[in-house]
């Protein structure tokens, strides 16, 4: 398979300078994790421009591509200095009992969530790759990335490898392009342990987060850092169209290929998120580009209904408003409206062409990327407030999300 690398920019520098980019990852074939290390990747910057992109919901595309998680299991360096976040095997916690260790420690936090994190390898048409994947029930639910999965999705086959170094094959139960969100099951299997759920709403910038999952296809690696910013605006690698961009969480804790799937946790143990992309200053053709330090990862509190919708039906209905924006240009930031859909919730509520939206429920809007992903992030049948400016006067609207069928 060729390991070509599509980028997208992050917003331009104010100095002009060269964007970071965030890099898609495209599968390599699954390789054994205790392979020689690879030669080391050289970190790029990049200038690319990518014009921007119209649908229903908004238009032009900010932050960068979800798609890190899937890679070859090789160990590749990348500059001195780029990361700031540090990283453990499962082979470093040792035997010392849960017990002996202190609450709150990253020690503490991995031998609980370990158990819970699996690799997941996948074989196709297109060839195969891996990446991480979250016990969510004891039945043999486990959470992923779509696009961990969707390379089997079509006659390939899935296997998962947990802890302990057992491993079996999983079948898909439901997957959902829209969110990159994908739920495996795995049958027969004795003892699973279920992650405990926290809230992703709960979040504090710089609060700490570990990070645990299978980078590179080294399986059981534990990393740590803080959460860098919340609802950031970061686009699935293989969806089109901004209806996709997602509300993320930012993290410094190291993030790189075959992670994608796997565990964002807090200090309880709880599961907070769902890694899936990195940003990366490019990489030299044929190689897999690493952390630097910016990750992203889907918050839980999407991830459990949309979850749930997969279970229940196998596909996901996600939230519409119906109005087309664009960014503000003016002295207020937010998102144009330039067009409202009749008979949709924006037309319900009287939302106009022109007005400028502030706030969606408690998120502020400054973009209409940032309105794109806080959409998507709600779940349909709810009420929130949306914030507007209107001819100089702001004003505050309650409106119940509609629901449309993910394509």
Do not use: C
Not at 180 to 197: F, N, S
């Amino acid at each position: 398979m060729t390991d070509s690398y599509p980028t997208i920019p992050l917003p331009e520098r104010p100095d002009g300078g060269d964007n970071i980019t965030v890099t898609e990852q495209v599968p390599l074939p699954p390789q054994n994790p205790w392979a020689p290390p690879a030669p080391p990747a050289t970190a790029q910057t990049s200038s690319k421009r990518r014009p921007g992109l119209g649908i229903v919901l908004a238009t032009s595309l900010l932050a960068g591509t979800l798609g890190a998680g899937v890679g070859a299991a090789a160990v590749i360096a990348t500059d001195d200095g780029l990361s700031t976040s540090s990283t453990t095997t499962a082979s470093d916690i040792g035997d010392v009992s849960t017990a002996a260790l202190p609450d709150g420690s990253v020690a503490r936090v991995a031998d609980q969530v370990l158990p819970s994190v699996v690799s997941i390898q996948f074989s196709g048409s297109q060839g195969g790759g891996s990446g991480s994947g979250i016990v969510i029930d004891e039945s043999g639910l486990i959470l992923t990335n779509n696009h961990v999965v969707e390379g089997a999705a079509d006659g390939g086959s899935l296997t998962v490898a947990f802890q302990d170094g057992t491993s079996t094959n999983a079948e898909i139960v439901g997957r959902d392009p829209s969110s990159d969100l994908a739920v495996i099951r795995v049958d027969g299997v004795d003892g699973l342990k279920a992650v405990a759920l926290g809230s992703s709403d709960a979040l504090r910038v710089g609060e700490t987060v570990v990070a645990i999952g299978s980078p590179l296809g080294l399986n059981g690696t534990v990393t740590t850092g803080i959460v860098s910013a919340k609802n950031r605006p970061v686009l699935p690698g293989d969806a089109a169209g901004d209806q996709s961009v997602l509300n993320a969480i930012q993290t410094d804790a190291a993030i790189n290929p075959g992670n994608s799937g796997g565990a964002l946790v807090n200090l309880k143990g709880e599961l907070v998120g769902v890694n899936s992309a990195i940003a990366t200053l490019g990489a030299s053709p044929g190689s897999q580009a690493g952390s630097i330090g910016l990750g992203f990862a889907i918050p839980i509190d999407q991830a459990k209904w949309i979850s749930a919708q997969l279970i229940e039906n196998g596909s996901v209905q996600h939230a519409r408003l119906g109005v087309s924006v664009e960014s503000a240009a003016g002295d207020v930031r937010g998102a144009l409206v330039k067009t409202v859909e009749p008979g949709s919730s924006a037309d319900d509520i009287g939302l106009q062409v022109d007005d400028v939206i502030t706030g969606f429920h408690t998120q502020g809007i400054d973009s209409a990327d940032a309105l794109v992903a806080a959409v998507r992030s709600a779940e349909p049948g709810t009420t929130v407030t949306v914030t507007l400016v209107r001819g100089g006067d702001t004003k505050s609207l309650d409106v119940t999300l509609a629901a449309e069928q993910a394509s």
